[in-house]
């Protein structure tokens, strides 16, 4: 049953991103105004979110199945966790994180995701928490038994905590590798005009970020594009920054 969920986690992962990609045609075929390729944008997006939905499903009863064999097994827990809502309790998300770490092999997508979950945590945290949950993200995506290819989760937990760790160069290398990898990818593009205010590179930041806002309503996009105006300065500068909806 171990096995099975994992099985249906891969197919889960692939359906996803092939859903992130039909939605981002979609999207630039509105912008374009490509009528005549909408309708056949549409249908196929349907379909894939129809193939995703039923793919967390048999993946949520295979990890069922598996818990009801041995309630203690971490893994099929923590792809519970993944489908979980986002709201989950930051405890047991780190309960999982620590019970993870004693294993002697983590597949990389897994140690990239509850990372990234850790990461997105940590924005509402101070002090010494959020540094106990950035050192927790660093030695999942550090563990000594890592396994299976590199993904996107994994990649982009990645970036996100070398630019926590003031490391902006690794952040924008990796950034950039996600961008060459998935075309536009909302996160990639936010992390890479993070890195580059980081560094100070504000002009190159908000070229980038102009760019992609126009037609993508991402709000971290935004926000690293409002980071960028006010490091440029000037009033005209600050005025549209705060404008930009």
């Not at 993944?82 to 897994?110: F, H």
């Not at 002090?127 to 550090?142: D, R």
Request: aromatic residues 6%; hydrophobic residues 40%; contains cysteine.
């Amino acid at each position: 049953a171990v096995l099975e969920g994992r099985e249906q986690d891969v197919r889960a992962m692939m359906l996803r991103l092939e859903y992130h990609n039909v939605n981002q045609q979609l999207q630039l075929a509105e912008a374009a105004g490509a009528d005549d390729q909408l309708d056949e944008v549409r249908k196929h997006e349907q379909s894939t979110a129809h193939r995703f939905h039923q793919s967390e499903e048999l993946l949520t009863e295979a990890c069922y199945r598996a818990l009801d064999a041995d309630p203690n097994i971490p893994c099929p827990r923590l792809l519970l966790f993944r489908k979980a809502p986002r709201s989950q309790d930051t405890g047991e998300m780190i309960g999982i994180a620590r019970e993870v770490l004693q294993l002697n092999q983590i597949d990389r997508a897994m140690a990239g995701e509850i990372a990234r979950r850790l990461l997105d945590a940590r924005g509402s945290m101070y002090g010494e928490q959020a540094q106990s949950v950035l050192e927790l993200a660093n030695q999942l995506l550090n563990h000594p038994g890592l396994t299976g290819p590199s993904h996107l989760h994994f990649q982009m937990a990645r970036g996100e905590l070398a630019l926590q760790f003031d490391r902006p160069q690794v952040a924008e290398a990796i950034a950039k590798q996600v961008c060459d990898e998935y075309a536009m990818h909302e996160r990639g593009v936010s992390l890479l005009g993070f890195s580059l205010v980081a560094q100070e590179r504000y002009d190159d930041a908000k070229r980038l970020l102009l760019k992609f806002t126009e037609h993508h309503s991402s709000a971290r996009a935004r926000l690293a594009l409002a980071h960028a105006y006010l490091n440029i300065g000037g009033d005209a500068n600050q005025k549209e920054a705060w404008e930009r909806p």
